[in-house]
């Protein structure tokens, strides 16, 4: 099928373009670009006062499948991708039972062809059963498409194992994804520790609990030579410890997540779980940290962490309900509204830390607009004024604090691989 996108402002970081063009799609790849394109297509889709940008990549993404199926599978997981933008999107392997060996790989990308409209890019686990006491097999799970290691939802707290770990993912050319989080740290606690906590009467979680293991494996990434991603960074000491990093030569990259960039712990009202996330929602000096380091490209990458829960299961409260909230479809709205509109990123910018980089770091193709390349494109209105309403989400998880929040921006279409997957 031949597919004209046409009139877009097309944003494209690889190229340095922002321009106003038609693009042609042929075959699953970028035929041709250029003013008023004169060809005919078989479907046109008019990107008249919209951005056009290469498609989205989110590096850090919860699909429950298999095992807490309740809460959501493959194949919503994908359309909510799709919706909110994403073409790729790469699976944590925290899944029950966790994705920690070659078959497991191997069985996801072939569901993935059959139930996932978007490319999946598959996450290991570090450690068998991601139980902490032996590593799983790094190698065979690159060599079958794994595309990182991580121990997501949790720390490899043996920093032995971590280290040996590191060392043959640096060997099999993969990333190693880290989730910063000291348990002996975190007390029991379910959100920012501090006086919202305090005035809630709910236990609180220190930034050192995150701040001291980011510090940590930077030390053991240099020491190995492995490529280390930072997921979901939250504090402003976070920022700090990621600069130094990089001025001493680290490989160190890492990823913000919408909600700590677009909320504080001042502004949870109550006892109401869909505020509950790890890390937790920071103070107000963190987020502006965290802006500042996306700003300035300290912070590489803005990924969702997209965790979706059963809404009974969110009812229970902070201390009883499950840590997470879903990110996916309302990551470009709140992105365009805290660092589009206000200056903060521009255009180019935000598709660097979206989709460029991304593909940059994961080795994979994608992140251009260029003639020739994948044919994954996200088309976003970027005028569009509505609320955030969690009921029409094609996920199955509607647990977000951004319920009935007023913002910016909408994807209007979505196409991966030469495909429309999503057209509003």
Known sequence: MRILIRNGRVIDPATRTDAVLDILIEDGRIAARGEKLPVTADRCLEADGCVVMPGLIDMHVHLRDPGQTHKETLRTGALAAA??????????????????????IRTLLERAREESAVRILPIGA????????????????AQAGAIGISEDGKSVMDPDLYEQAMRQARRAGILVMAHCEDKKLVRGGVMQEGK?????GLPGISSLSEDVIVGRDILIARATGAHLHLCHCS????????EQAKAAGARVSAEVCPHHFSMSCDEIPGDDANYKMNPPLRGPEDVRALKDG????VMDV??????????QEKAQG??????????????VPLAVTELVEPGILTWTQLAERMSYTPARLLGVDGGSLAVGTRADVTVIDPYADHQIDPSGFASMGKNTPFAGRRVRGRVTATVAAGRVVYER
């Open 196 to 200: 919202r906590a305090q005035e809630l």
């Open 318 to 331: 902070f201390l009883k309900a499950p840590f997470g909230i879903t990110g996916l479809e309302t990551a």
């Open 302 to 311: 803005i990924s969702t962490d997209h965790a979706p829960h059963a809404a």
């Open 83 to 104: 919706r909110g933008g994403f073409t790729s999107i790469c699976p944590m392997p925290n899944t029950t039972p966790a994705t920690d060996s070659a078959e497991k």
């Open 235 to 242: 504090t402003a000491g976070s920022v700090r410890l990621v």
């Open 126 to 141: 570090v450690t068998v059963g991601q139980e902490g006491r032996e590593l799983a097999p790094i190698a065979e799970m």
């Open 294 to 297: 996306l700003a300035r490209g």
